[in-house]
């Protein structure tokens, strides 16, 4: 047998290239530039980089290719889309993630202790964040593309081990951090062990790990069904745990809340994009002909992950864990947009995902601003009166809470309606009833907080509103324009979607 | 021979994982539960690559053990923090975040 | 027919007035009497003019309309905002502004101490225009804004003196009743429009023909319980009595002259339904018979000189309702009556009102007494109109009431012998009720309260009294000479049915009725003239008594059987709107609340337990692959 | 100026004025507020003036691609049924401005963002009665609620945040039925030729008739929360109580209308055959909305929750008189929504200003009023005329014409709905009495009477009812083709007359 | 059932002794992890867990990934396992009552459902093809045959994997590397402190705690002379900790033996 060398499309590979390389570098200025220069130049290699790669997507946008790396990635429309939107949510996250108050100083110290007490006043920083930041977003962008399950565990495992890391790094509430940090671990682990368990029944059914070789085989058939049923069960297992559905969703409100914010923000959105970018390809290709094996499942778990969703949130205290209940709810809704299986519900999920993930990112943001002498305060009852205290904040927030409800004129409605017009279309009429219902449900927290937010006198407790730094600005300034922007004139995004989503196979 | 009996036998791999993970306590141990979890998914792939003729299973589950290396040095470390903080491994402790 | 520009002035000259005058403010304080009473005059004038071009036509060509402008009009619901003034409604036009005028100069003095008498005159003008408005219109949606609009005046006069609690409560039983009664009206007029495709008068007359008794019937019920309420029949009756809190001229212009008999016109303007309806005209002279009786009883037992006079009104347009039931052979008589009680009953108001300005606003009778020399004049021009009211000859009632008794002799069989012997037996309590007015307020002894210092009321009070006092005198003889009134109205109505067999002779009934008075005023000449009265109402008296002082219990049975029973379905639905309906939306949010609170416990916090959320996850999906291959 | 998007621009535009006011100078942004509201009325009637009456085809035409991926445009147009409703919107808006020239005070916000949030919500009141396309209804029928939501809120009263979010919860589910619904019309319409929103092209869309029922109840059910229908009404008095007179005017006057005008705009119109087979079922909630609503009134010893109650009574007539499928019934629910306005604007106003006074909204502490402020007592008691639909006012004609059209076809629910007129005698005459009349108590004995603001304020209203009690000609001649259209093109013919099928 | 006996010859028989034999093993090994009590024995059972799937993996014709398995798997993998047990404390023990209500018959309904399901559901599959065997794609040996599609065919997660592994030792950094943030004093400037102090109370070190006092625990302060307590015998932790004992009970002649051993 004759070894030939493998022919990589550079190219097409650049945009997570330049990451993995800015990755690198990051870690190079970690061990060898001095302390001072450290977060400045980190920053910068870590925005060079996510704009380099944005730049790189935006010059492939019209390419198609199922080789790029002899097989591991197909890049074509919904590729782009998914990974411009990752990047885009990732730069936004970023700006978040450039404020030092929101990371331990030192992660190895105990919480407590005198050391961790120098280290916050010798005003170090953990710059490992950047490189992992960027390691994360290049797993993030691979997932989505990989079209085989090999690359395809790997991304997993890229993007998610960052992340655990990331959890971990809170600057207050340590334990808490930490805790996430097991918890998101532990149960990641687990599931990606169902997930590779998955992946193996798919490699029995089909004899193939690429895509296009079990698209075949389920074309094909053959024999009985039985270790493809199996195969997607588990695949989906892991997966849905990624995007946060009901009955796998329960690391995600104990780890939004023990996470830092903007690691909360970037993985609330960027991972939600990531996953179901993964999800979409494997079910809208490789899955498309079994489509009656796997579309009773995720109806159900659909109707589940909505309802539990938007109800567990009403009894929520915790801004943090509203949040994470209302992004699970909002995984149901993107998974009537799997369920539909057809153009437009692929077009309705993109946008839905990249509108998803603006707003969410935007209103992490806003978390991040409103804190007391011991840091951010999440509690909701001290958010109270907050439309007093710095009416512009409150105002913000409740644009992104409105565009979670699906309030029109914001983008938040545009994608519900359309994301539920293509699930109806395909006849998921029960998931689409399911999603209205709950989102009548879910509209009651939503308004709960801004009636805290507006209608409720402020409580003197020390809680108050930072002045947000010129970086968190931008995320929040951008979050807003987008928000309303994809609400009020959503016409060029849905062309420009409607343009590239097509998968090829 | 049949090879269905490693596939039977992974499959009670698997699930004595998934029990053990439920049901101890120790942090470590539950990790290595999940290894063995992935261990028992290796075998699957041994077993189809078998089956199957060809080596592609065999090449997934070596990219397994790496990425399960990988990650059990990070969860290791995690792990560790955590014991420093709490001196305590056990995973029932850390249940501040909840409800 | 013939057209007319003028008719609008009738209507537009007082309303003009009440617009001046309320929106003027306290500016017209001092000025708005004359005014007011100026508008009501030209109104009359306008009306003789109107009289005077009516008589100078032919029999046919009476009748005037006018156009104002299409007022509602969809889809084949046309209704124009139109007038008709024809023999009929001339009387009513005559009798509303020229008793509304005298009525308006009396109040000039009679209200002079009262700082909102030119509120007062607003309301009057208004009330006259609507008044107006409601024997003018051309169609029954017309009459039905005057109709209301009278109710608005009525309101409005009886709770002039709203302050005083009770009066407003007064004011508000009479709208209420009252629009028990439109509400009759309302269906009237739709049942005509669905079955005639029309409301207008004239439309509807011409098409009796094609149209089913049923219908008709129906109709004519409806306006039988809008004619009710407005004029106080059974069982409707019950408001007039507390009407009685407004100022007295009021009470004689709206609830004796005028608005109360707004009933009888709207029966009389419907005759052609009426006459192709008998079961309708049976039920019209049914209520009135019992009114003619119920009020009579109750002026029995009244002290209060007001209210006794009201019961008296009611009773009297009791015997109009009756004669108006009677079909062709009894229109007449009840606008005749109509006219002749608005004369007498105006000034008998408008003397008890002379009464009580001397009295300090004293209304008890029994607190009267030998007034005669003190207010001569008042008892000159009261007792004309108590002789009128009496039926003594040549006195105004005389001639309409023996009508009305002779007519319902005639109707025939058990039903004329029956309804004959209750007018004649009415005559009689009349003759009681009214004696027993006449001995407690002018004869006797005193029995003044201690400030009272009796004496004759101004020119201004006594002239209309007078000029009323001689209408009580004349208007009967002249309306009947010659069936002058009959004649006048004959073209209006339908005579095809005119086979009178006079079970009596005229002469024979008038023997009877006199008979009937002498026995009527013996007896309370015999009562109260022998006998001391008592200052204060005897507590000992016969079960019948205190019930007729009840007002035969009216009261009483609407409360026990509307009011309360209302009341409590109001508390009840109020309740159950808070804690069913709303108690349900509320449920639900409470649902979701406990739904949450509970669902909330999954999340235990123990890493293990999460993870055995997923392990039984997967294992569901597995079980349901197992469920799919099998 | 006969455009609809200018008109709709001209209080956004007003807004952002009001936005670039100092904060300090308040009466500067109320007078900016004033202006503009002034400007868009007058350019209203301007408009109305050129509408030609017989034509029943839209007019004002606008057209503009906004989401071409979905079909949708940014399409506007009115009937006569639109016209009417947006004359009285705007008309309404500087009565709204004008009379509660002080009641932003009392708010959490500024008195600046309270006429931003009018302005605001007039722009979206012209456009949800324009738009021709169901998604830009929807979206603007969604939006209004937010501004609303915080004008009740922020500026209302007593427990103004749990009313708020009660009116939010309810119009938000309704609305969100109303999405299910409109994304299945918008799926069949690309089943059947190309996505689109167009009205009148869904309107010609077949569907079976499972479908157009359970459509049919989605929009309805939006529709009967927003114009309260029994046993959909419950977050009307507790909205209304809490808000302040301006945004209860608006609230019943106009955002309520949206109900009733969708119910003929969307239901009629999209679900011919469903309208057929709910209409009994329609008819008996109305007729219980109407009787239930008064008597409700009746027992209420809050102001603004009577008044509340009754326009529910008020709301069940409309609604009967739509789903009568007459002329005179779809007529006179059209002119009844217009009245009512009115009706309803000047017992909230005064009512408004008699509690400002007061400084309470129960009824039993007031009384005599008549004495001490006799305007205001008599703009009160004309306001409960017109509310009992006197004759001769505004409302009496609306009424009538929907007894009398319902009547020819439904005359069993026409006589119930009768008994309505007797309750409102009494619903009216209750606060009457106990407000106006009986001796004045000594804690109403300073109060004030009317200001010249005021009265400014509330003579058009007056006059408006007055006028249109004996003229209602110039709008019924607007709205009869709309009407005569829809019932034609409902396949309804007036029912001849009976006589009494002899 | 699935029919996929592989019918290559010789290795049959010996290869089912070999399973029949080791399989049991394996579980046997397996469950024992989950009910020993000790962390460490669970290791030792999942490493021969690990061995016998090696010698599985050898069995099936994947020498490669046998030997990986043992070598790095069992070797380097369980014995980083090892290592932290040690640090976390070899003795640890679990103790096995579950504490969680209900967690338990839930994991064990679960366990059996999803077990024999697998199991059940595994005995139904058909592939309908017939099993191949490795003989020809070991052909130029396993190791060459899996290198050739390493290195041309998964070239691109092989190198992604890289980043993995700096994500791992950039993580293990993260959490567990103490940087200097200040210069620790030596015990020659210690002790230079000691005793240019302004006091020379403590020169000759602090008391330990329990001196003098009734009881000796770490949390009970020393006693001085005059019998007060001395703060500063006790840990810093412990005192900042709030779990020092105010030694009052314990002071000479003073004890409340009615509290007895209770802090």
Redesign the interface.
Known sequence: MEFSSPVLNYTLLSPMLILLGGAIIGVLVEAFMSKALRPFTQLSVTLGSLVLALVQVWRIRNEQSLSAAMGSVVIDGPAVLMQASILIISLISVLLIADAEHFTPLAAALPGSDEERHAMQSGNQVTEVYPLTLFAVAGMMLFPVSSDLITLFVALEVLSLPLYLMAGLSRRRRLASQEAALKYFLLGAFSSAFFLFGAAFLYGYSSSITFTGIRNAVVGGGGNDVFLLIGIAFLSVGLLFKVGAVPFHAWSPDVYQGAPTPVTAFMAAATKVAAFGAMLRIYYTVFANAQWSWSPMLTIIAIITMVFGSLVAIAQRDVKRMLAYSSIAHAGFLLTGVIALNKAGLEASLFYLFAYGITTVGAFAIVTLVRDSAGEVTDLNRWKGLGKRSPWVAIAFATFLLSFAGIPLTSGFIGKFSIFSAAYESGARSVVIAGVLSSAIAAFFYIRVIVLMFFTDPVEDGTSVEIPSSLTSITVIFSIIVTIALGVFPAPVLNFISNLATFIR | ??????????????????????????????????????????????????????????????????????????????????????RS????D?????? | MTTSNSLVYLIALPLLGATILLLAGRRADKWGHILGTLMSASSFAVGLYQLSLMLGRSTEERPVGQKLFEWISVGSFKVDAGLLLDQLSICFVLLITGVGTLIHIYSISYMSHDKDRRRFFAYLNLFIAAMLLLVLGDSYLNLYVGWEGVGLASYLLIGFWNQKPAYATASKKAFVMNRVGDMGLSFAIMIAFATVGTVSFAGIKEQVDQTSTGALTAIGIMLLVAAAGKSAQFPLQAWLGDAMAGPTPVSALIHAATMVTAGVYLITRSNFIFDAAPTAQLLVVIVGAITLLFGALIGTAKDDIKKALAASTMSQIGYMTLAAGLGPVGYAFAIMHLLTHGFFKAGMFLGAGSVMHGMNDQVNMRKYGALRKFMPITFVTFGLGYLAILGVPPFAGFYSKDMIIETAFNAGGIKGILLGSITLLGAGITAFYMTRVMILTFTGTKRWDEDAHPHESPWLMWLPMAILAIGSVSSGFLLSRGDALVNWLHPLFDHHEEHEHHLLEPIVVSGLALTMVAIGVAIAFFKYSRQEVAAIAPENVSVLTKIARQDLMQDRFNEAVFMRPGQQLTQVLVKTDEAVIDGTVRGVGQLAMTSSSLLRGVQSGFVRSYAALIFVGAALLIAGIWVVVQ | MNSLVLLMLLPIIGSIAVAATPKTKEVLSKQVALATSVIVAIATIAMAMNFQRDNVDLQFVEKYSWIPTFGINFSVGVDGLALVLILMSTILAPIVVLSGWNEAHGGRWSVKTFYILILVLETMMIGVFAATDVFLFYVIFEAMLIPVYFLIGGYGTGERSAAAVKFLIYSLFGGLLMLASIIALYVMSGAQGGHTFDLQALSQLEMSSTTQNFLFLGFFIAFAIKAPLWPLHTWLPDAAASATPGTSVLLLGVLDKVGTFGMIRYCLTLFPEASKTFTPLIMVLAVISIVYGAILAIGQKDLKRLIAFTSISHFGFITMGIFAMTSQGHSGATLYMFNHGFSTAALFIVGGWMIARRGSSTIADFGGLQRVTPVMAWSFFLAGMSSLALPGLSSFVSEFLVLVGTFTRYPVHAVIATFGIVLAALYILIPVQKALHGPTTPSNEGLSDLNLREKVAIAPVMAIIIALGFYPSPLLNVINPASAHVIAQMGFTDPAPTNGDK | MLDLAISVGQTQTPEAVLFWVLAPLTVAAALGMLLVKKAVHSAILMASVMVNLAVFYIAQDALFLGIVQIVVYTGAVMMLFLFILMLVGVDSSDSLTETITGLRPIAIVAAVGFGGLMVSLIGRATLGRNAIGLEAANSLGNVQGIAQLLFSRYVWPFEVVSALLITAALGAMVLAHHQSIQVRPTQRQLSTQRFRGKSLANAAGLPAPGVFARHNAVDVPALLPDGTPAANSINATLQARGDMLTSGTFELGKVDTSKGEEK
């Open positions: 021979m049949d090879a269905a009996n490693y596939l039977y036998l992974s499959a009670l791999l698997f699930t004595i994982g998934a029990v053990g993970v439920v049901v101890r306590r120790n942090a470590i141990v539950v990790f290595m539960c999940v290894e063995l979890m992935l261990n028992a998914a290796n075998l699957a792939f041994v077993t189809f690559s078998r089956i199957n003729g060809d080596l592609n299973g065999q090449v997934v589950a070596f990219f397994t053990m790496v990425v399960a290396a990988c990650e059990v040095v990070v969860g290791l470390a995690i792990i560790v923090t955590i014991y420093r903080s709490r491994a056990s995973v029932d850390a249940s501040l975040l909840k409800r």
